[in-house]
């Protein structure tokens, strides 16, 4: 039985993050250790970075996500070690793991096997505390609402019109919804309310979005906590919030420089999920790594339908982000799954069932290729068990389709394994970024932007909401946030809003159950069919096989 992913980072030779940042041409005096193996680097340092001319932007993206795995983030970590056997000054970004899915159901979000950014054991669990300051800046700013109301309400705010929710970094779906203020009238006054995972909070989709401190905290006081009874929106300026919650987040806004196995440096920092946010670690790291290296990778979550086009719509378009290409990975498992291959039968060679799957990544290209404009190869993270007549099946399919494909082994080889792919990218990147198209105009309502993203992104025939909702989304219009973009919540697992139509499902419609204003993170929420802003735990949570021994040594994560 081979390693498991913890086991093969705990046997990695670290080197201090002083020499990573050294390689980085970073002084010593702007490193600010956590340990020996994790830093973050310096606010003032970063903004001296702004004269510097920037490095080529890939954006890793993927297929579907399915129970087989696609390997986004391991990807990022091989191509990053491969561009670097090659010679390349290069650099990763990725997204801090949330404690939800490492003790859930998904494990961590390190990478895997030999493509790895350590130390893995802190990265998915407290590395450098992050979103306890966020979920602490959430927090405070729920309490000071229910302190004013307490303390007599001099704004005005309607009890019932508090849309502003409480943060926990673990899935609880007991916390979905709740009543507050009960007890008597020391407690404050009764009324419903909820919690939703740190990384669905828009603290934490400013945080990611903030371009330095002062960003930072007009962003956080922008947020619309309440209405007022004649429905006069009240802010988290208004409440005097927006200092304090700076202050909870100074700290946590410099990125965290740790290492991959090989030692490529990387930027792990913010962490918002792409089926309830917008995917996409921090601008702050993202734009200084492309300052310090000549190619930097940085992954958007889940498929190409979600973070990666929330990485163009939102991040791109509001920050000037621009991407060279894409990387869109894909397994032979996954394309079997979504050709209807059970998951226990997925090591059995199955080429008619992968052949039906490529539906699936066929789609996912033409929304990075003909709605982003953005050129694009195909990595196939590459798995022992994958037979040659799949793979040879799959590269007739990219052929067919006119996307070169490389066939990647970093997961068992490190590195070494993705040097194809690295000749691919570099071979693929036009000499200047790329100016990408939206997937709509911003001048757009926002009903016809939600429209444009079902039909031309999730292959949707129409959109529907109930009244209420409509009126909902026409009262945000006229209130002047009709200039905003879109962050849909949606499944992952399927183009449609049900998590069991796989493949590229055409024709259907697409709910908008609930739609929610993020003021400060400067978009409009609309979540979609089922999609929970709280997740909860599966019937055995990861959390049962993670231990400790007498030593330390964590066992079981990942």
């Not at 909070?201 to 979005?209: D, Q």
């Not at 209130?479 to 399927?494: E, F, I, N, R, W």
């Not at 999609?531 to 949570?541: D, F, I, K, V």
Request: proline share 6%; charged share 20%; hydrophobic share 45%.
């Amino acid at each position: 039985m081979g390693l498991s992913n913890i086991e093969i980072a705990q046997a990695a030779q670290l080197r201090p993050i002083g020499e990573i940042a050294e390689g980085l041409g970073i002084p010593p005096d702007a490193v600010i250790p956590y340990g020996t193996t994790k830093a973050k680097i310096a606010l003032p340092y970063l903004r001296t970075l702004a004269a510097r001319s920037q490095g080529r932007l890939i954006l890793m993206t993927g297929t579907s996500p399915t129970p087989a795995g696609e390997g986004k983030s391991t990807t990022v970590v091989g191509l990053g070690d491969a561009l670097t056997r090659l010679g390349e000054k290069a650099m990763i970004c990725l997204r801090e793991p949330a404690q939800g899915p490492v003790f859930g159901m998904k494990g961590g979000a390190c990478g895997g096997g030999y493509a790895q950014v350590v130390p893995m054991e802190d990265i998915n669990l407290h590395f450098t505390g992050d979103f306890a300051a966020i979920a602490a800046a959430a927090n405070l700013l729920a309490a000071l609402v229910d302190n004013h109301i307490h303390h007599g309400n001099p704004l005005g705010i309607d009890v019932r019109r508090i849309t502003w929710r409480r943060a926990l970094d673990v899935n609880d779906r007991a916390l979905r919804d709740i009543v507050v203020g009960l007890g008597g009238p020391g407690n404050g006054y009764p009324r419903e309310s909820g919690f939703d995972i740190v990384v669905a909070s828009e603290v934490m989709a400013i945080f990611c979005l903030a371009t330095s401190l002062d960003d930072l905290k007009q962003r956080l006081g922008d947020i619309v906590v309440a209405q007022t009874r004649d429905r006069t929106p009240v802010r988290a300026r208004d409440l005097d919030a927006h200092g304090a919650m700076t202050a909870l987040l100074r700290d946590a806004l410099a990125p965290n420089l740790v290492q991959t196995m090989e030692h490529t440096p990387a930027f792990v920092h913010g962490g918002p999920f792409a089926n309830i946010a917008h995917g996409c670690n921090s601008y702050l790291a993202t734009s200084s790594a492309l300052r310090l290296a000549d190619y930097v990778i940085t992954e958007a979550g889940f498929g190409a339908d979600l973070g990666g086009e929330k990485f163009v719509d939102i991040l791109c378009r509001t920050t000037g982000l621009r991407p060279s290409m894409a990387v869109v990975v894909v397994t032979v498992r996954s394309l079997k799954y979504q050709g209807g291959v059970d998951v226990a039968d997925l090591p059995r060679e199955d080429v008619a069932a992968l052949e039906r799957g490529v539906v699936n990544l066929e789609r996912h290209l033409h929304i990075v290729r003909d709605v982003l404009s953005l050129p694009a190869v195909v990595a196939v993270n590459h798995r022992a068990e994958d037979s040659e007549s799949e793979v040879a099946a799959l590269r007739a399919a990219c052929d067919r389709l006119g996307v070169r494909m490389s066939v990647a082994t970093h997961f068992a080889d490190g590195g070494a394994g993705a040097e194809d792919l690295a000749r691919a990218v570099i071979d693929a990147c036009p000499p200047e970024p790329v100016e990408p198209t939206y997937t709509y105009p911003l001048e757009a309502t926002l009903w016809d932007k939600m429209t444009a993203l079902a039909t031309r992104v999730y292959g949707a025939a129409d959109i529907t909401a109930d009244a209420a909702v409509r009126a909902q989304i026409q009262r945000l219009q006229d209130d002047g946030y009709g200039d905003l973009p879109v962050c849909v919540a949606k499944t992952q697992y399927s183009f449609s809003t049900d998590p069991t139509a796989l493949g590229a499902p055409e024709g259907h419609t697409v709910n908008v159950r609930e739609v929610r204003l993020a003021a400060g993170a400067r978009f409009i929420v609309m979540i979609c069919g089922n999609m929970m802003t709280m997740p909860g735990l599966p019937a055995r949570p990861a959390a049962a096989s993670i231990d400790v021994d007498a030593d330390g040594r964590i066992t079981g994560l990942f």
